[in-house]
């Protein structure tokens, strides 16, 4: 890995400054050839239109068939006219979807899950627009949804991560708000539904701490026709409690003792997280989606490109 392929973003809040210099770190995405001739198309985008490089098969020829395309070799040797198929180079627009609710503003290594979020979706949004893709996306928090149209220039992603930036730094100011009645991740994905009908590349960036039943059939619904990434977003305090001992923690206006002797309780905890990212999973695998957990403490850009296939 190279330095910049290390490089994260620190703390409790991002600026927009450091989101627009992310373009620079590279994202070595892999490409899946099983992947790129399923159901959904291209597993890479390509700017020019009209018929693919990539061949495909050789069948009878059919009325209104290219002419140009006709297999010569085959057509002599069966003694009927063949014709070489080729598979399409698809545009698919992308949609990034990045979750800045209150769960999200929590941290205890590096940076908050907000920030690494954040993080997250600039090298997508980047990598994708650098790509020659067109790039739009939405974000979300306790009360709004910020929806963003796909475009194929860099003013669009410069202008949805100004909103990234907002919402972010708009956290800060909800430490007192009273929670939120009902998780939004369900009402999210369904508007996702009627935005991206086929054809989309859509990346989730979310700790999922809403993710319920409804979310679930509602991810299905988005899958059926859309290529879906999931990214967990997750810290280290969440997956494990930190060693048995006597802890101060407070929220900045309350003071409680931690005590994690309790070994019961240690490993429900344990267990609590472990069967949540398993439900992620099981999703996932139900509707041919990616999965990737991303910790605060690791480096978005190193994880993506180990874990995200095209």
Not at 93 to 110: A, E, H, N, W, Y
Not at 196 to 223: C, H, K, M
């Amino acid at each position: 890995m190279t330095e910049s392929m290390h490089r994260l973003l620190r703390g409790a809040f991002v600026n927009i400054a450091d989101l627009i210099a992310l373009r620079a770190v590279p994202l070595p995405i892999r490409t899946n050839n099983a992947t790129a001739n399923g159901p959904h198309g291209g597993g890479r985008l390509s700017r020019q239109r009209g018929r693919g490089v990539d061949f495909a098969e050789v069948r009878l020829y059919q009325p209104g068939d290219d002419v140009r395309s006709i297999d010569w070799r085959v057509t002599a040797r069966k003694a009927r006219p063949h014709t070489k198929i080729y598979r399409e180079e698809r545009e698919r627009p992308t949609l990034i979807v990045v979750d800045q609710c209150r769960s999200m503003f929590f941290g205890s290594k590096v940076r908050l899950k907000s920030v690494a979020a954040a993080e997250c979706a600039a090298l997508l949004a980047w990598h994708a627009v650098d790509s020659g893709d067109r790039v739009g996306g939405l974000v979300f928090d306790d009360t709004t949804e910020y929806p963003f149209k796909p475009f194929r220039n860099a003013r669009a992603v410069v202008r949805f991560l100004n909103q990234v930036e907002r919402s972010n730094r708009a956290l800060g100011d909800l430490v007192e708000a009273p929670a939120p009645s009902e998780p939004r991740l369900s009402g999210v994905i369904e508007h996702l539904v009627r935005v991206a009908r086929n054809g989309y590349r859509v990346y989730l960036i979310s700790d999922f701490a809403g993710f319920t039943p409804q979310a679930e059939q509602q991810l299905r619904r988005l899958a059926r026709h859309n290529s879906v990434v999931m990214v967990q977003i997750s810290d280290p305090l969440e997956q494990d409690l930190p060693p048995p001992d006597r802890y101060t923690v407070t929220d900045g206006r309350v003071r409680s003792v931690l005590m994690t002797d309790d070994a019961v309780a240690r490993t429900r905890y344990h267990d609590a997280f472990a069967a949540m990212t398993r439900t992620l999973e099981s999703a996932c695998l139900a509707t041919h989606s990616q999965f990737i957990t991303l910790s605060t403490n690791e480096a978005a850009a190193a994880r993506l490109g180990e874990r995200l296939v095209h």
